[in-house]
């Protein structure tokens, strides 16, 4: 099998169910950013040290495959997967997990201080491009609750997973003259 197909030369893609898009598609856009964010999150486990973080990352690797399979397929029917609101109150419950260890957020702070904190606060903001593309789409097709719910959940999680992974931080101060 041949990596290239010439299929897509004149600017289109098959969705997931066959159909023809552009590649511009906001659908494509949709899940490609899924697909951005689950390549950050692969960098993010080369630098992770805590093992069940990396088996965080993993699992949620795995469930943008989900995410994307069901973003990339228009007819409803064929469908593969669909994401559920357990998977939303699994986020949900990790969160309340990570927060514990960190001292509560209620300031902006400057990403960066350190790999793996880096890395995953690009992720978190690939992560809000993807919702809204998501949100878009929603208001040009029916899109599942809960696979908008899970992005902004999964956000939600990436911010908490990347304070946890700080050497240190630096709070943001708005300078007025």
Not at 49 to 71: K, M, P, T, W
Not at 91 to 109: G, N, S, V
């Amino acid at each position: 099998m041949s990596v290239y197909t010439k299929t897509g030369d004149k600017g289109q893609t098959s969705l997931f169910d066959n159909k023809r898009v552009d590649k511009d598609d906001l659908r494509v856009e949709s899940y490609g950013t899924i697909d951005e964010l689950n390549s950050w999150l692969g960098l993010s486990k080369n630098f992770v040290e805590d093992s069940e973080i990396f088996n965080l990352i993993h699992h949620i690797q795995r469930r943008l495959f989900d995410v994307g399979a069901e973003l990339a397929t228009e007819d409803e029917s064929k469908r593969p997967v669909m994401i559920k609101e357990e998977e939303v109150t699994f986020l949900e419950e990790e969160i309340d997990k990570y927060i514990e260890r960190i001292k509560k957020p209620d300031h902006f702070i400057i990403p960066g201080a350190g790999k793996i904190s880096a890395i995953l606060h690009v992720a978190r903001t690939v992560c809000r491009r993807a919702e809204r593309r998501i949100i878009s789409l929603s208001k040009k097709t029916n899109i599942n609750p809960h696979l908008i719910k899970y992005v902004n959940r999964l956000s939600d999680l990436l911010y908490v997973l990347s304070r946890c992974t700080e050497d240190d931080y630096e709070e943001v101060i708005f300078y007025r003259e």
